[in-house]
């Protein structure tokens, strides 16, 4: 239930806080007072597309706080705990948008996106706008509105995804089968590649490797030579530096008892003979090692000359070869499904079965629900001077379907003009057309679980004994859930349990709304105003407190 709403320099409202009750009640004022500016609020703080335009004439930013008490729809707390907002406390909306048009939206004082709101306040709140039978009249909003009453919204959304899976197969089928030529060339050119680089079996490792390798056998004459140069200097030749390092070391260890100080030298030029060492004998292990091998070098130069011719022929470096075979090994695959013509004709089948099996399931929810829709609508149309009139709901077939269904949705009428069914933009004139809208949505008001409704002067095109009648459906619904309407019929006003006035004033040349709360006296008056206009005499008022005491 809405409790509370805050608005600050939203349009022409400068400050404004209410207070809701519980029941039904309504927004009476003269026209362009603002009646309707209170609903584009809230509508505002639930998650509606803004603007600049949203903005009072003077004011930084436009700001809308909506607080709801969360009983009763577990849903909504379910939300914020997913969420990790803290839900205790109820659900408190909170949005703003600025004079350039940038908005911020809060739940429960956590920042969060304005898709989030929508996701938190969904079920909280239903709108019925005074366009509503407007919207009637098309094909997309009938199917919405059966599908939302009979709770088939689930439904048809498998049925949405199961025809785009069908029509995805049914397209790669008939793609395949245009292209089937072109497809077998392209597979045949990638079968060969593919061929070629597997039986070269080449990776960046052996790459690397034959390089290395290359290198070495190719200057293995070099190496030889290098190392035997190193050898005889360091230990072989005649003044080898290992022996005249020994020679050193020597005489000054024996120098080292006359002067101590000789004693550190002779340490580091042990140390320097054993690293020597230890160097001599690694070239000695590297010399036996090394030899001339021309076959080999000559392996290895075959084998690095197909590696490059291969790269040549296919515009890549050698290292971008076995990324080259990944590739083409992925197309050869896709390539092998998509000329796999009995597999996609088995994929659409499948694809053709699920798309049926579920759509038909929806026909059939479609079916009842248009039955039991039709009777309970026009039982109420009884009620709103539209005695003899019968609504259908009217499943007409789709050759082969679409993305929503087997069936279009056709609201009919029968009865008004004549005693055969026809559609409802044809049959209906602007004023039975806003009552079997509000007939209709009085009855899928009744069905929801929605525990606030708001009805923006839905009764726009009524009168008389009808306006009562509208005003008695309207209470009744306020037995089981909050009501609002912004009304201009006095019937229905004085059907309310309580009452709220708005009015224009003017404040420093700047026009503001203004919102009272009436009590029974001013709830006379203003229901006098209603029925008579701008002079309220003494027979007014009586028949103003004659329509209050009834109701």
Not at 101 to 125: F, H, I, K
Not at 278 to 307: F, M, N
Not at 450 to 459: A, G, H, N, R
């Amino acid at each position: 239930m809405l409790c509370r709403l805050t608005i600050r320099d939203f349009v022409l409202v400068d400050r404004l806080e209410l207070e809701f009750q519980d029941g039904f009640g309504v927004l009476t004022g003269e026209t362009g007072a603002g009646k309707s500016i209170l609903v584009d609020a809230l509508a505002f703080a639930l998650g509606e597309r803004a603007d600049a335009s949203l903005v009072r004439s003077g004011g930084e930013r436009a700001e809308v706080t909506a607080e709801f008490d969360l009983r009763g729809s577990p849903a909504a707390a379910e939300w914020l705990r997913e969420h990790d907002l803290d839900a205790q406390d109820g659900l408190l909306l909170r949005r703003l948008v600025d004079a350039n048009g940038r908005s911020r939206a809060y739940l429960n004082g956590s920042p969060v996106t304005v898709q989030q709101l929508r996701e938190a306040a969904e079920g909280l709140v239903d709108i019925h706008g005074q366009h509503a039978h407007q919207s009637l009249l098309r094909s997309e909003a009938q199917r919405a509105l059966l599908d939302s009453h009979a709770r088939l919204d689930t439904l048809l959304a498998e049925v949405t995804s199961a025809w785009r899976q069908w029509r995805e197969a049914r397209n790669r089928l008939e793609a395949a089968t245009d292209g089937i030529e072109a497809l077998a060339v392209e597979r045949e050119q990638l079968s060969w590649q593919r061929a070629e680089l597997e039986a070269l079996g080449f990776s960046v490792d052996e790459w690397r490797a034959l390089n290395d390798e290359h290198k070495r056998l190719g200057h293995a004459a070099s190496l030889a030579e290098g190392t035997q140069f190193s050898l005889q200097v360091l230990a072989e030749g005649d003044s080898a530096c290992e022996a005249q390092v020994a020679s050193v070391a020597n005489r000054l260890d024996g120098l080292s008892e006359y002067d101590p100080a000789l004693a550190e030298v002779g340490v580091l030029l042990q140390s320097a003979q054993a690293e020597l060492g230890e160097a001599i004998s690694a070239l000695r292990r590297y010399a036996s090692r090394v030899e001339l091998d021309p076959q080999r070098l000559t392996e290895l130069e075959r084998r690095i000359e197909a590696v490059l011719d291969c790269a040549r022929r296919f515009r890549c470096s050698p290292d971008e070869l076995p990324a080259l075979l990944a590739r083409w090994q992925e197309r050869l695959a896709a390539l092998g499904d998509a000329t796999d013509l009995a597999g996609l004709a088995e994929r659409v089948e499948v694809a053709s079965r699920q798309y049926g099996d579920l759509a038909r399931r929806l026909s059939a929810g479609r079916t009842e629900a248009a039955v039991a829709l039709g009777g309970e609508v026009s039982q109420v149309m009884q009620q709103l001077a539209l005695g003899g009139g019968r609504f259908d709901v009217e499943l007409v077939p789709i050759e082969g379907g679409n993305a929503y269904g087997l069936e279009q949705i056709e609201f009919r009428i029968a009865g008004l003009a004549g005693s055969e069914s026809r559609s409802l933009a044809k049959v209906a004139s602007g004023g039975e057309l806003s009552r079997i809208s509000l007939a209709i949505q009085v009855v899928t008001s009744q069905a929801a679980r929605v525990p606030t409704l708001i009805f923006d002067e839905v009764d726009v095109g009524i009168g008389g004994g009808v306006a009562e009648v509208v005003g008695r459906l309207l209470r009744d619904l306020g037995a089981e859930r909050q009501v609002l309407c912004v009304t201009h019929l006095p019937q229905v006003a004085a059907r309310a349990n309580w009452q709220w006035q708005v009015s224009k004033v003017s404040d420093a040349g700047q026009p503001k709304s203004r919102v009272a709360e009436l009590g029974p006296e001013a709830r006379v008056e203003e229901i006098a105003r209603m029925l008579g206009g701008v002079e309220i005499t003494p027979i007014t008022r009586q028949h103003a407190k004659e329509m209050l005491k009834l109701s």
